[in-house]
Nanobody, 125 residues
Framework: QVHLVESGGGLVQAGGSLRLSCAAS????????MGWFRRALGKEREVAAA????????YYPDSVEGRFTISKDNAKSTVYLQMNSLNPENTAVYYC??????????????????WGQGAQVTVSS
């Protein structure tokens, strides 16, 4: 059975940083592309960052480009999301997800097979 477990969420002041971690089990992690999605209150779930199965290619939406960094440690079956210069608009539940894409970086929710339960990130002004 596949499990994706997020950790590292919490409350931070505007301008601060957080690092989310997602530990995966029950799947050959190195064969999966990974993504971080977020859902703010009253909004649709959207991609925050994504990384190819090899870890060599990444994707960021314009809203987080230069502030968020996704990385993948295949040896530890863990994906990370480093978030810097946070602002209140980044407040959301952040979800880790796994995709079987072999080439490229999947960026839509439909591309992902497995999902974690989410971690709350709250940025105060």
């Amino acid at each position: 059975q596949v499990h994706l477990v997020e950790s590292g969420g919490g409350l931070v002041q505007a301008g601060g940083s957080l690092r989310l971690s997602c530990a995966a089990s029950g799947l050959p992690f190195s064969n999966y592309a990974m993504g971080w999605f977020r859902r703010a209150l009253g909004k649709e779930r959207e991609v925050a960052a994504a990384i190819s199965r090899s870890g060599l290619s990444t994707y960021y939406p314009d809203s987080v480009e230069g502030r968020f960094t996704i990385s993948k440690d295949n040896a530890k079956s863990t994906v990370y999301l480093q978030m810097n210069s946070l602002n209140p608009e980044n407040t959301a539940v952040y979800y880790c997800a796994a995709s079987g894409w072999r080439v490229g970086v999947p960026v839509t929710t439909g591309d992902y097979y497995y999902w974690g339960q989410g971690a709350q990130v709250t940025v105060s002004s």
